[in-house]
């Protein structure tokens, strides 16, 4: 059994929150066809009728996937009771499934953010967010788990933007499969919240062979930090605290932590959020990571040395991972470096150079592919 770790560090920069104020006309399609446009063609969910979305390059805006789709999934939207945008995708790529045009403010940075399910499980959405024609970030991939929805997000800035021309583009040029569902479409203002005097760095759970699902989480700095709660949800809505850590108190160097959830619900997808709070009362959320067991899926990367003093790195590959994106990313979260690196199958050993500009210092290696996230600590020292 193989565990896929969700773990987003495109959330707004650290130290800022999102504004709470929501920037797309109709993100949840409660309005039906409406306040945004397609390079696919749309088809009405017809009652008497199950085949609207034949053949690819079409998209239907309904509460339920199969009734548009007879071999679609049948479920509901995010929420449970409302629209979905459910899309048959095709082979061209760069098409936009969906876009918007919306005002910003110049020097602002903003989060966009989708909510994600596969229809059927063959060969998944490959997706990439787009705004103003330049594609942000790496594209990202829905699950072939058709009962699980996953949040994607990349950070764009504004600089002397007035409008912004956002969409979401198809990445993935196989015909067969590439059936997806969107919901909870987002693009919001990230600003400075009251700072709490903690910076977390990460936080992961990963499932072990006991099936226990151990959480570990790491601290830049902590300051009258008071403890952590741990909660934990099987349907990312209603979450419950599992546990109370106690916080360090003040600390300027890195701090680890960890707690092994021995009461993990078998066979079924957990949500976990890590709740920060300091001695005047005062909390804030992680973001949301996701385990979800993958029989077909193997994120076991391994690299050495992790006290780097040459510059080098070899890094194991596992047998079914083929193309991935290497980071080295600092203790305030910022990647320094990113390296896109495709390996023949054939080949499980890769050296990686790390370039010499990177100082010496504490950072975390992650490792993105498709199937999985890897994140290891490691040392960089460089004469």
Known sequence: MTIMVFFSFSQCPNGWVRIDKQLVVNSDFSLGNYGFTSEYLYKKDLAT??????PESTYSICKNPNNVHKNFVSCTDFSGDGNLMVVNGATETNVKIWRQQIEVKPNITYLFSTWIKSVHPSNPATLQFSVNGV???V?????????LWQEFSAVWFSGSATDADISIVNQNSIASGNDFALDNISFMECGPESPLPIQLILFRAVQNENNNVKLTWTTASEMSSNYFSIERSTDCLNFKNIVTIKGTGSSSTVQDYYYIDENAIRDSVLYYRLKQSDADGRSVYSPIVTVESMKTCNHNFQIKPTIITNNKIILTVPNNETDFVFHIINTRGEVVFKQNITVD?????QNINIPESIKSNIYFIMIKSSCSTFIEKAIIINN
């Open 345 to 349: 199958k054939d080949i499980r050993m």
């Open 139 to 147: 594209p990202f991939v829905a699950s072939t788990n058709t009962s």
């Open 49 to 54: 009728k199950q085949d609207e979305l034949w």
């Open 135 to 137: 594609n942000l970030d």
